[in-house]
């Protein structure tokens, strides 16, 4: 039989807490098992040993905030066969993105003595933005098994199973109450990525929509249905603004609630 | 032998004991996180005793009772479907050793359950979903396990909710058929009993185990004026006239556009749906390659992979997805089960997000069918109505 050279699985920090190769570390267990079906190239969080390209699989993690990971990020694309973001940060620009509503430059000056040495770009972004993804996997942070299901779907070349509806899905499995219906407790579950298993409505709260948009997100829809809840425009602005607040359907949603913020106080002069 | 008899609410625990002594789970309605849930029962304390719902569109309220009810509530977000065609099954399970591959097949242990609460909608519900999975020339076996080993004790509805219109699908209120046992819960001033109906010989077995007596006429009369007065109070009513060539006359009727606006294919009306049968299956393979299962799942026609086929999804829209919803559920099922695949529970208007109301959909495009629209133009300026596609 012919011998098959294992792959090189390689993980790749940019702008991000870490928080999804920490979900890759909890997977010990399960990467023991196939230790000797893939090698682990690069993984700073667990090692600082870097086996040398070019790599099969590449998990990508992070977002591009500096001018210098702009380019790094290229060369990264450039050594990997296949090329897998993890986590909001890397899909959606990350909570990091916050900035992008803002003037970044005000901030550094507010909060940097030597503003001088601060070398970063004006927004926070996708790895998509700037190079080809052949897979993009949400959460914040990523759920442990639908890394591995990743993993297992790129080493036995099948489709991830990682269904791309909404959290309802498997908040109404799991027999959970509806937070929205029975408390009135805005949830972006409806318009949200599944993945999680619907855990913040088990725990009464609302979803906050971690994963990111799910497939047609109607947020027009949902954001009407909040107001109706009570919540005021700035209210939902703040909901849509977190993790995944750079994520075109939610940034569209939240601007649009952000004008009429604006043209309220406006009006109010 | 007396048709009906009288257990006295104080010997109602006796009906979950005698269902236990027979070795059955019990599972009835309880109060969990706001709602009233069906669950494990372990005695009458666990029912929701002196709760009631108020519901409209997208809205589920508990509210206390003046009174000591067992029952005093409509439907909640759960149905027997979540007992009989479960949310996630494992279907088998496959091993590699080797080259050797050994496929195991699942065990399904046949559970011997008991339903205590299940409403004349849900009697519907279980009946239609008999005709899907047993029905036709391939049965679920799973499903015949779990529904040959069921007891239902019917309660027959005291009040009706505001999103409630079995009364429009001859569903309800009254259990007619399809139970082991039905009551009728009655309270008047300090007495509180149940008017007992056996429906099969079990039933009748069982409530001759509990302590019981003849009803007298009276005690009939009482519960048919209470099934009377809930059939009155339907929040909600259906036109069923025509309705399967109403719903083929007008799919391209504007008003689908209107509710794709509205809806956030979310799926929550076909979880709750208690006809609602669709599943998906999901392979789930071990890192290494050498273990592999296959689960069945509930799906739902809203999501773009329920109706992906090579090269995309039929249905990419909401708007797409919501028509083949509820025309299945009030017009193509008739065609295809023989029956309406709605029984008017009201659960898909309560517990959806952003509160569609299906009655109210169906009224509009009754009232604005693309048919009488182009008749009624025709006549207006002597030309044919322009063809809405
Ligand atoms: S609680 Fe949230 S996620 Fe769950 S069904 Fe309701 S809206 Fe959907
Ligand atoms: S009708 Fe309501 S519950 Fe059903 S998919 Fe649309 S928004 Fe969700």
């Not at chain 1, 359907?249 to 009429?260: G, I, L, M």
């Not at chain 2, 599972?27 to 005793?49: C, E």
Request: proline content about 5%; glycine content about 8%; charged content about 25%.
């Amino acid at each position: 039989m012919k011998r098959i050279r294992k792959p090189k699985l390689a993980v790749w920090k940019f702008a991000s807490c870490d928080g999804c190769q920490l979900s890759l570390l909890d997977c010990e267990d399960e990467l023991l098992a196939v230790a000797g079906k893939i090698e682990i190239a690069n993984f700073p969080e667990a090692s600082s040993k870097i086996v040398k390209g070019p790599y099969d699989l590449s998990l990508v993690e992070g977002s591009i905030t500096t001018p210098h990971d702009e380019i790094r990020i290229h060369e990264v694309r450039r050594a990997s066969k296949f090329l897998v973001t993890i986590g909001a940060c890397a899909t959606a620009g990350g909570i990091q993105a916050l900035r992008n509503f803002k003037d970044v430059k005000e901030f550094i000056s507010i909060v940097y003595a030597h503003p001088e040495y601060i070398s970063t770009l004006n927004k926070s972004t996708p790895i998509a933005d700037h190079v080809k993804v052949d897979f993009e996997l949400r959460g914040c942070p990523i759920n442990k098994d639908q890394l591995l299901e990743v993993i297992r779907a790129y080493l036995h070349g099948s489709k991830p199973n990682t269904p791309a509806y909404s959290v309802c899905m498997e908040c109404k499995r799991c027999g959970t109450v509806c937070v929205m219906v029975a408390h009135g407790t805005p949830c972006l579950g409806p318009i949200t990525h599944d993945g999680c298993g619907a855990i913040c409505p088990s725990y009464n709260r609302g979803c906050y929509g971690c994963f990111g948009p799910k497939e047609t997100p109607n947020t027009d829809s949902l954001a009407a249905r909040f107001s109706e809840l009570g919540a005021t425009n700035q209210d939902i602005v703040q909901v849509l603004r977190n993790f995944n607040a750079w994520a075109e359907p939610f940034r569209r949603e939240s601007e649009a609630h952000e004008k009429k913020v604006r043209k309220n106080k406006d009006n109010s002069r | 032998m007396p048709e009906h008899s009288i257990l006295q609410r104080a010997h109602f625990e006796q009906l979950l004991g005698a269902l236990k002594t027979r070795g059955y789970r019990v599972i009835g309605p309880t109060v969990r996180d706001g709602a009233i849930v069906y669950d494990d029962l372990n005695s009458t304390d666990d029912l929701p005793v002196g709760w009631t719902d108020e519901q409209e569109g997208g809205t589920y309220r508990l509210k206390r009772r003046g009174d000591a009810a067992l029952f005093g509530y409509v439907v909640g977000p759960h149905s027997w479907k979540r007992f009989l065609h479960p949310p996630a099954v494992r279907l088998w399970q496959a091993n590699r050793t080797g080259k050797n591959i050994q496929i195991e097949e699942e065990k399904h242990a046949a559970p011997k359950m008991a339903f205590l609460g299940v409403r004349a909608c849900e009697l519907h519900a279980i009946s239609i979903q008999d005709k899907v999975f047993l029905g036709g020339s391939f049965v679920d076996p799973l499903y015949k396990a779990r529904r040959e080993g069921a007891f239902l004790v019917a309660v027959n509805c005291g009040q009706a909710g505001n999103t409630c219109f079995c009364a429009s699908m001859n569903a309800g209120p009254k259990a007619d058929f399809g139970f082991d046992l039905a009551l009728t819960e009655i309270i008047e001033g300090s007495e509180h009993y149940f008017l007992a109906e056996a429906g099969t010989p079990l039933g009748e077995e069982i409530l001759q185990e509990l302590e019981h007596r003849p009803a007298e006429n009276i005690e009939v009369e009482k519960a048919g004026s209470i099934h009377e007065k809930t059939a009155q109070q339907m929040g909600r009513t259906v036109d069923t006239t025509g309705i399967k060539d109403l719903l083929y006359a007008n799919m391209e009727h504007p008003r689908w556009d209107d509710v794709a606006s509205r809806c956030l294919a979310c799926s929550n009306c076909t979880m709750v749906c208690p006809t609602c049968f669709c599943t998906t299956v999901e392979d789930v393979t071990d890192l290494k390659g050498d273990h592999a299962e296959r689960w069945q799942k509930w799906d739902s026609c809203f999501t773009a992979d329920f109706s992906y086929i090579h090269g995309g999804s039929v249905r990419s829209s909401t708007k797409s997805r919501y028509r083949q919803w509820m025309t299945h559920k009030l017009a193509s099922w008739i065609d295809q089960f023989g029956s309406s695949g709605c029984v008017g529970c009201g659960r898909c208007i309560t517990w959806c997000p952003v509160a569609i109301d299906l009655t109210e959909e169906v009224r509009v495009i009754r009232a604005t069918d693309i048919r009488t629209k182009s008749m009624a133009k025709e006549t207006d300026d002597g030309n044919t109505g322009t063809n809405p596609r």
